[in-house]
């Protein structure tokens, strides 16, 4: 069976949650980030989690954030738990 285009696609009117996933708050508590949910199945690199400094391995699911005002480029893939954790822990790598 054919798979359909999902409707709405990337009009300026969207909300940008909408488009790319859901809008939560920061780990600051003051940026709104898009947070992608990303299944293990596809979860194919090592990325290093911000929140907790350990690698996230292929295989692992995981969420995807970045700042709403930001740019993709900008995306950072986090432990479901640190990024729970997220207001109650500091980052522990900045990224340059």
Same mark, same amino acid.
């Given at each position: 069976?054919?798979?359909?285009?999902?409707?709405?696609?990337?009009?300026?009117?969207?909300?940008?949650?909408?488009?790319?996933? =859901?809008? +939560?708050?920061?780990?600051?508590?003051? +940026?709104?980030?898009?947070?992608?949910?990303?299944?293990?199945?596809?979860?194919?690199?090592?990325?290093?989690?911000?929140?907790?400094?350990? +690698?996230?391995?292929?295989?692992?699911?995981?969420?995807?954030?970045?700042?709403?005002?930001?740019? +993709?480029?900008?995306?950072?893939?986090?432990?479901?738990?640190?990024?729970?954790?997220? =207001?109650?822990?500091?980052?522990?790598?900045?990224?340059?």
């Amino acid at each position: 069976m054919p798979r359909r285009k999902p409707r709405g696609g990337r009009s300026g009117s969207a909300p940008l949650g909408d488009v790319f996933g =859901r809008t +939560e708050a920061g780990p600051d508590g003051e +940026e709104d980030f898009v947070v992608r949910t990303v299944p293990g199945t596809r979860a194919v690199k090592t990325y290093r989690c911000p929140g907790c400094d350990h +690698e996230i391995p292929p295989g692992v699911a995981h969420v995807v954030a970045w700042s709403a005002h930001g740019g +993709e480029e900008d995306r950072r893939h986090w432990h479901r738990g640190c990024w729970d954790g997220r =207001r109650t822990r500091t980052v522990t790598r900045r990224w340059s």
